[in-house]
């Protein structure tokens, strides 16, 4: 039996930490987005 938390935490993050947060996110995520994004339109490319 699976329990649902309904509980809402908010965090608040001052302005330097949320810039490093941002900058980190568009340094290693981005990428692999952009990556798979382009997996996924060549398969359908390729499929269609």
Do not use: C
């Amino acid at each position: 039996m699976q329990v649902k938390n309904k509980n809402i935490i908010s965090v608040r993050l001052d302005d330097e930490l949320l810039e490093k947060l941002k900058k980190d996110a568009e340094k290693e995520y981005r990428p692999l987005a952009m990556h798979i994004r382009k997996i996924l339109i060549d398969y359908l490319v390729t499929k269609g």
